[in-house]
């Protein structure tokens, strides 16, 4: 199974392409590896998951002009 290959059949396909390195709890950490072995989904797709509802839970977070910015360069948001 790749990284890079989402396995949720209830999404449309991404790669996962970008990379970051974030330092959290360690017990946030030790459930992510469990989660991932008991769902054979990658590490990286569960974060990418849980930041991208993180993200929509918390638009307030982000300069109002961002995603009018966004929207108008690559059409996404």
Known sequence: MSQNKPQNPYREPFALTGTITVTVEKEVAEYLKVMAEHTKIPEGELVNTAMRRFISAHSDYFPREF??????????V
């Open 67 to 76: 995603f009018k910015k966004k929207r108008t360069t690559d059409g996404n």
